[in-house]
């Protein structure tokens, strides 16, 4: 159900309000309001989204706490008003006394986009997560990738932390600041003088062009809506401590998946967002900052990294490395114990992508990893 008021019933609940306001403050005001909702009615139900948060008993500035919800308790949606420019819902709440009251709707998802975030995550159900994530600064939280008032899904908090399940490089053809719910400004201008004077020969950088927009999954202790995009500037990426010191400021890793079965794969210090991962065998998909595209389509990866670890030595070593490929998600590693096989879509020499099979086996003390034939990478004829 769309929750916007028509006009007729803006005016109507103005004019109830103001004249309570006249005779008797928010008893009345409440009382007024409620007699309009039982004319009018709303059919709708919505789901909390903050931690906790109060159903009041008017949505004027003094008003009394009736009932305190959190996240993930749903309530009927009554009526709604919006009042000194903030958007409250009337609802009522199914405790066992039916509390009935107001609460800002920034507390709330309502139904309908809980099930278009619902069926972003039906459609995600079957791939594996190919990176996690975390927000450095409160985002919203989108149902497709781009900045758009019908779009938004609600704003999630500062350090929520999530799945990545795929990402999208999206053109600039507006420069965006930090925070994507501000109103997007207008690409400036470029200097000929200094475009003149770059390096011809240097390629294209991928900020320069593009903006990322990450596709995620939430827990339902974060969110009740689980799924949807964000905005790649206030995101980010949570490599394993133990891998994380062998990318380059050139090359970033952007997924990542174990060879090895561990009980946990991060462990959480205590008093602290930081995570431990327990050092271990990884096949890693990396990146460079270079522009790529085919057919206006970026690769997800263009370097490949199989990194076993020793246990007796307690150090890791390369299995294999390549570079130079033009791959796209998502990555899958299959299997348990000591054989495993990993998935990786590669675009091969005639320009076409295909599925790569690497079996992953025990060798020794180690792991060993066999390269399917027909690898095509840049430069190879």
């Given at each position: 159900?769309n929750?916007?008021?028509?006009?007729?019933?803006v005016?109507?609940t103005?004019?109830?309000a103001?004249?309570?306001?006249?005779?008797?403050?928010?008893?009345?005001?409440?009382?007024?309001?409620?007699?309009?909702?039982s004319?009018?009615?709303?059919n709708?139900?919505?789901?909390?989204?903050?931690?906790?948060a109060?159903?009041?008993?008017?949505?004027?500035?003094?008003?009394?706490?009736?009932?305190e919800?959190?996240?993930?308790?749903?309530?009927?949606?009554?009526?709604?008003?919006?009042?000194?420019?903030?958007?409250?819902?009337?609802?009522r709440?199914?405790?066992e006394d039916k509390?009935?009251?107001?609460?800002?709707?920034?507390?709330l998802?309502?139904?309908?986009?809980?099930?278009?975030?619902?069926?972003?995550?039906?459609?995600?159900?079957?791939?594996p997560?190919?990176?996690?994530?975390?927000?450095r600064?409160?985002?919203?939280?989108?149902l497709?990738?781009?900045?758009?008032?019908?779009?938004?899904?609600?704003?999630?908090?500062?350090g929520?932390?999530?799945?990545i399940?795929?990402?999208?490089?999206?053109?600039?053809?507006?420069?965006?600041?930090?925070d994507?719910?501000?109103?997007?400004?207008?690409?400036?201008?470029?200097?000929?003088?200094?475009e003149?004077?770059?390096?011809?020969?240097?390629?294209?950088?991928?900020?320069?062009?593009?903006?990322?927009?990450?596709?995620?999954r939430?827990?339902?202790?974060?969110?009740?809506?689980?799924?949807?995009?964000?905005?790649?500037?206030?995101?980010?990426?949570?490599?394993p401590s133990?891998?994380?010191?062998?990318?380059?400021?050139t090359?970033?890793?952007?997924?990542?998946?174990?060879?090895?079965?561990v009980?946990?794969?991060?462990v959480?210090?205590?008093?602290?967002?930081i995570?431990?991962?327990?050092?271990?065998?990884?096949?890693?998909?990396?990146?460079?900052?270079?522009?790529?595209?085919?057919d206006?389509?970026?690769?997800?990866?263009?370097?490949?990294l199989?990194?076993?670890?020793d246990?007796?030595?307690?150090e890791?070593?390369?299995?294999?490395?390549?570079?130079?490929?033009?791959?796209?998600?998502?990555?899958?590693?299959v299997?348990?114990g000591d054989?495993r096989?990993?998935?990786?879509?590669?675009?091969?020499?005639?320009?076409?992508?295909?599925?790569?099979?690497?079996?992953?086996?025990?060798s020794?003390?180690?792991?060993?990893?066999?390269?399917?034939?027909?690898i095509?990478?840049?430069?190879k004829?």
């Amino acid at each position: 159900m769309n929750f916007r008021l028509k006009l007729s019933r803006v005016a109507l609940t103005g004019a109830l309000a103001g004249a309570a306001f006249l005779f008797g403050g928010c008893s009345m005001l409440d009382s007024a309001v409620e007699n309009f909702t039982s004319v009018v009615g709303m059919n709708d139900t919505a789901t909390v989204t903050a931690n906790t948060a109060q159903i009041r008993s008017s949505y004027a500035v003094v008003a009394a706490d009736l009932l305190e919800v959190k996240r993930g308790d749903r309530l009927d949606v009554l009526d709604q008003v919006e009042f000194e420019k903030v958007l409250w819902y009337r609802v009522r709440a199914h405790d066992e006394d039916k509390t009935e009251g107001w609460i800002e709707a920034q507390n709330l998802i309502t139904s309908e986009l809980l099930e278009k975030s619902r069926e972003i995550a039906e459609q995600d159900k079957e791939l594996p997560a190919q990176a996690t994530g975390q927000l450095r600064a409160a985002s919203n939280l989108r149902l497709s990738p781009e900045i758009s008032e019908s779009n938004l899904i609600y704003r999630l908090d500062n350090g929520s932390p999530f799945e990545i399940i795929d990402w999208e490089y999206v053109p600039k053809d507006q420069n965006i600041s930090g925070d994507d719910s501000s109103t997007p400004q207008p690409a400036k201008e470029k200097d000929p003088a200094i475009e003149a004077a770059k390096d011809k020969a240097e390629p294209e950088k991928l900020e320069e062009k593009y903006d990322i927009w990450y596709r995620v999954r939430l827990d339902p202790s974060v969110s009740p809506a689980p799924s949807g995009w964000l905005f790649g500037r206030q995101v980010e990426l949570q490599v394993p401590s133990d891998i994380v010191f062998y990318q380059s400021n050139t090359k970033k890793f952007v997924t990542w998946q174990r060879l090895d079965s561990v009980a946990s794969d991060n462990v959480p210090m205590t008093g602290s967002n930081i995570k431990i991962s327990r050092p271990g065998s990884w096949v890693i998909l990396s990146r460079t900052n270079e522009v790529k595209a085919r057919d206006g389509v970026e690769p997800d990866f263009d370097g490949i990294l199989f990194l076993g670890y020793d246990k007796i030595r307690q150090e890791h070593y390369t299995i294999r490395r390549i570079e130079g490929v033009w791959g796209l998600l998502p990555l899958k590693v299959v299997g348990s114990g000591d054989s495993r096989t990993v998935s990786i879509q590669l675009m091969n020499q005639d320009g076409k992508m295909e599925e790569k099979i690497f079996p992953v086996a025990k060798s020794g003390a180690g792991l060993k990893v066999t390269v399917p034939e027909g690898i095509y990478t840049e430069g190879k004829k």
